[in-house]
């Protein structure tokens, strides 16, 4: 059986002074892709007008509130005393977010609750991975 986490967060798009907006973005872990999360941006707050989900590894969100982590697109480290900083690189530029650390960890922990870290690969259904590669390949 699928888990799938949902958390509603506040992060604060950063912008050229004296800017900065606070937008409502979404976290989700869903076990039956046990080794990323996700973050959905919400319409207005997106230059396509748009929804915009980004993917990532949990052990980087995992890693970036405690230290910079990320050399990539998705690049995670602590700003501050309260929040973590994430930055999103894309060919269109570069946006980041603060969002509190306290809710990111809150996060995390409903995931390892879940799918706890190191057991990822009970949860992987690799027939089924298989069945929809081969079907896209004939």
Same mark, same amino acid.
Request: glycine share 6%; proline share 8%.
């Given at each position: 059986?699928?888990?799938?986490?949902?958390?509603?967060?506040?992060?604060?798009?950063?912008?050229?002074?004296?800017?900065?907006?606070?937008?409502?973005?979404? /976290?989700?872990?869903?076990?039956?892709? &046990?080794?990323? @999360?996700?973050?959905?941006?919400?319409? +207005?707050?997106? %230059?396509?007008? #748009?929804?915009?989900?980004?993917?990532?590894?949990?052990?980087? /969100?995992?890693?970036?509130?405690?230290? &910079?982590?990320? @050399?990539?697109?998705?690049?995670?480290? +602590?700003?501050? %005393?309260?929040? #973590?900083?994430?930055?999103?690189?894309?060919?269109?530029?570069?946006?980041?977010?603060?969002?509190?650390?306290?809710?990111?960890?809150?996060?995390?922990?409903?995931?390892?609750?879940?799918?706890?870290?190191?057991?990822?690969?009970?949860?992987?259904?690799?027939?089924?991975?298989?069945?929809?590669?081969?079907?896209?390949?004939?």
């Amino acid at each position: 059986m699928t888990t799938i986490i949902e958390q509603a967060v506040q992060a604060r798009l950063i912008a050229p002074a004296p800017r900065t907006d606070s937008v409502p973005v979404t /976290l989700r872990y869903d076990s039956g892709d &046990p080794f990323a @999360v996700r973050i959905a941006f919400p319409p +207005p707050a997106t %230059l396509e007008g #748009t929804e915009v989900s980004w993917v990532f590894s949990r052990e980087l /969100l995992a890693a970036g509130v405690e230290r &910079p982590a990320g @050399v990539g697109d998705v690049r995670i480290r +602590p700003y501050g %005393l309260d929040r #973590t900083a994430l930055e999103f690189h894309a060919p269109q530029g570069v946006a980041m977010v603060h969002v509190r650390t306290d809710d990111l960890r809150r996060f995390l922990r409903r995931a390892q609750s879940a799918v706890p870290v190191g057991l990822e690969h009970l949860h992987l259904n690799i027939d089924h991975n298989l069945d929809e590669l081969l079907r896209d390949a004939a």
